[in-house]
């Protein structure tokens, strides 16, 4: 059974950075496109970014800059996540791109406020 767990959440003022990280499996990692995905308080979660493109950028660059990152070898994906403005808070999940989706971590809180 594969298990998500998401870290390195926090507080981040605007203009600043934040790595955030999901430890899974290396087979997963290296079988799958993975995802990053943001929740807001009474909203669907919405897909932000993969390592084949960051969907959040497209719809509002003025969200920040998004990178993914994978490590197969030990089964860590990160979000690198620059220039983050207060539009970029919310809850952050990794999971499978597309349906179907493995049961969701507890994802990590990021807020980006002064």
């Known amino acids: 059974q594969v298990k998500l767990e998401e870290s390195g959440g926090g507080l981040v003022p605007p203009g600043g950075s934040l790595r955030i990280s999901c430890k899974t499996s290396p087979d997963l990692l290296k079988t799958t496109t993975m995802a990053w995905f943001r929740e807001l308080p009474g909203k669907e979660r919405e897909l932000v970014a993969t390592k084949w493109g960051t969907f959040i950028n497209t719809r509002d660059s003025k969200k920040g800059r998004f990178t993914v990152l994978e490590n197969r070898d030990s089964g860590m994906m990160a979000l690198q996540m620059d220039d983050l403005k207060p539009e970029a808070s919310g809850r952050y999940y990794c999971?499978?791109?597309?349906?179907?989706?493995?049961?969701w971590g507890p994802g990590t809180q990021v807020t980006v406020a002064r």
């Open positions: 999971n499978t791109a597309s349906p179907p989706h493995y049961d």
